[in-house]
């Protein structure tokens, strides 16, 4: 049973390799869409990632510790 339980964590975390090229193209996306300026889009799509980032480890860490005692 301990063996399913960590071949399901090492799937899960290969899958989170995914997260940061989405992250990226989706706040280069979303600025490119807004501003005009290549330095604007630039500044603001990595400030878009840190929150966006940020958010998904926050929900990650509620998500863990809510399901820690199961």
Do not use: K, T
Not at 12 to 25: E, K, M, Q, T
């Amino acid at each position: 049973m301990h063996y399913v339980l960590a071949a399901g964590g090492a799937a899960a975390l290969g899958r989170l390799w995914f997260l940061p090229p989405l992250i990226i193209i989706v706040s280069l996306v979303y600025s490119a869409s807004r501003y005009e300026s290549p330095g604007r889009i630039v500044r603001r799509a990595f400030r878009l990632c840190v929150q966006i980032a940020g958010f998904m480890a926050v929900v990650l860490g509620i998500l863990a510790w809510l399901s820690a005692g199961l």
